[in-house]
């Protein structure tokens, strides 16, 4: 099977195709234009993994929510189960920019970072 | 009446870049003033990450990249006044403003920068058919509502333009629980960043419909459906091809237009294609020692960029107070063919640096080559793998270059396919 793949690593946006077995492993890798769009395309089929940026409601703070991201790139399928723990999550102003808010957010190991202040009311 | 040396008018990261700048260049007296709450423009609402990998080398999320300057601005004690708005600039520098704790402040400078930044273009200007039903909004409107004050502002949503505030929104709103049903692109090509098309659309299986235009807009309180249709090259819908897709909320993401109400009240000289004032290379507008950078001056993709266009302002500002500059000497820049702009449109060539110049072209080239010439003669010639409409391109003029050059001559740039 052949996976059709657009690199992000740089604005080029080269399209890459990667031919996996049945067994899901990596046979070619074809298209790219340098060594880092080749290591993309072979996460991107493996393991794929996305920053997650969002907000959590805050408890008595000037806003309701403050903006947060995640620590590390967290594996692509489990960002819907992170935005449910992430959303009835609810931390108590002040909040301070660096701030952990969740650890090990739906056991992934990363926690999710305040990426603002949210000073009490 | 209140004295500054320099009022910067917007205290987003234009401002603050050009504020900072100053105060490091030995100018003490500096206020900046801003119609928001706090420091930091646009940035605050722009939670996603992928800031800050020119000028920090790591991708930041915008409050983080905002956060380093607003630290940069208490730090260095620069003065500011938020929830401030400046209702008038004369032509001699005398800065109206109007909040709440202070009234009405009239405040004399000795330069002024202007960084007032952009705002969306609204549904007004592009005249979309339709009712008047609530739930039709810009995407950076929707942007504030979700991130900022913590609410939804729809469930099933249509988004009508591909660039990169609109594809981060569909992205943002399926994350919250929304169904995006699509993202409607008039233009054959989108104008954001291919890692948006993947990792906001491609990622959530949303369909970008190009060449695709919304022609009616339908609900009496509410929006229940819009009608989209394909069009043709010259952007008119292709009757038969009309198709109705419910959803309670439109989004629109269809460009940038710079805040110039107060640069023009001034009088200052504007691009036509930019709408932004004609600078020169610090970034001084037809009137001496007013100044004018960031998405004022011409929309950016990258805030990166802004901070460095405005770190000039800011040095050609304290320049100018400090009476540090001569007589210029200027010749003209001009973009050609698919160039579709130059920023700073004119160089004083008595000028004691390199001069970088910025474009945009109009459509997408692949290994192409960058020509720059003066007065016809070619000076430069540079290949460039890629160029996009997307992404602002730039050339530097050395100063060995500029030395050679003379009074009212004129700098060409041309992309050679």
Redesign the interface.
């Known amino acids: 099977m052949i996976r059709n793949i657009?690199c992000?690593t740089c604005?080029?946006?080269c399209s890459i195709a990667v031919e996996i077995n049945e067994a899901g492993e990596i046979i070619s890798i074809t298209g790219n234009t340098c060594k880092r769009g080749e290591t993309y395309a072979a996460n991107e089929v493996t393991h794929p993994a996305?920053?997650?940026?969002?907000?959590v409601?805050v408890n008595g703070g000037v806003?309701?929510?403050v903006?947060?991201?995640s620590s590390d790139d967290l594996p692509?399928e489990k960002?819907?189960d992170c935005?449910k723990e992430i959303?009835s999550a609810r931390v108590d102003a002040p909040v301070k920019?660096g701030d952990i808010l969740i650890e090990n957010v739906c056991g992934t190991g990363i926690n999710i970072i305040a990426?603002?202040?949210c000073p009490a009311k | 009446m209140l004295n500054y040396d320099i009022v910067v008018v917007g205290g987003g990261p234009a401002g603050m870049a050009a504020a900072i700048k100053a105060k490091e260049c030995g100018v003490d007296s500096i206020l900046i003033l801003e119609r928001a709450e706090t420091l930091g423009g646009i940035l605050?609402q722009c939670?996603?990450?992928g800031f800050g990998l020119q000028y920090f080398g790591e991708?930041?999320?915008g409050?983080?990249y905002a956060?380093r300057f607003i630290e940069q601005v208490n730090a260095l004690e620069i003065e500011y006044k938020t929830d401030t708005m400046v209702l008038d600039i004369t032509e001699d520098k005398t800065v109206y403003a109007v909040n709440k704790k202070d009234g009405m402040l009239e405040i004399k400078a000795k330069s002024v920068i202007l960084a007032m930044g952009c705002r969306e273009r609204p549904r007004g200007a592009l005249n979309i058919a339709g009712t008047r039903a609530s739930g039709i909004m810009t995407a950076g409107t929707a942007q504030k509502y979700?991130?900022?004050?913590?609410?939804m502002p729809g469930k099933k949503v249509v988004i009508l333009g591909s660039g990169d505030i609109g594809l981060i929104m569909a992205r943002?709103m399926t994350?919250?629980g929304a169904k995006v049903e699509c993202v409607c692109e008039l233009m054959p090509y989108s104008s954001g960043?291919?890692?948006n098309?993947?990792?906001c659309l491609?990622?959530f299986d949303i369909p970008l419909y190009l060449s695709t235009t919304v022609i009616d807009i339908h609900g009496k309180d509410r929006v229940t459906g819009v009608t989209i249709a394909s069009v043709d090259e010259n952007r008119k819908p292709i009757p038969g091809s009309e198709r109705y897709i419910e959803c309670d909320t439109l989004l629109l993401s269809v460009g940038l237009i710079p805040e110039n109400e107060l640069t023009k009240n001034i009088g200052i000289g504007l691009d036509r294609v930019t709408n932004g004032a004609v600078v020169d290379e610090y970034r001084q507008t037809d009137h001496e020692g007013i100044f004018a950078c960031g998405n004022v001056l011409h929309v950016h993709d990258l805030v990166d960029f802004v901070t460095q266009e405005s770190q000039i302002a800011g040095e050609g500002a304290a320049k100018y107070v400090k009476g540090e500059k001569s007589e210029p000497e200027y010749i003209f820049a001009k973009g050609i063919g698919a160039v579709r702009y130059i920023v700073p449109q004119k160089i004083n060539i008595k000028n004691d640096g390199d001069v970088k110049l910025f474009f945009r072209v109009g459509s997408t080239f692949k290994n192409a080559t960058v020509k720059v010439s003066y007065n016809g003669g070619e000076i430069i010639s540079r290949k460039r793998?890629?160029l996009?409409p997307g992404?602002m391109e730039n050339v530097t003029i050395k100063n060995s270059m500029l030395r050679e050059f003379s009074e009212g001559g004129t700098i060409e740039i041309t992309v050679e396919a």
Not at chain 1, 50 to 55: K, M
Not at chain 2, 146 to 151: A, E, F, K, L, M
């Open positions: 657009t992000v604005p080029m946006g996305r920053s997650l940026a969002t907000t409601r806003y309701n929510v903006p947060c991201k692509k960002i819907f935005m959303n920019l990426t603002n202040h | 605050e939670i996603h990450t991708q930041l999320s409050p983080e956060d979700v991130n900022i004050d913590g609410y943002r994350l919250e960043l291919t890692r098309i993947v990792q491609e990622d793998p890629r996009a992404e």
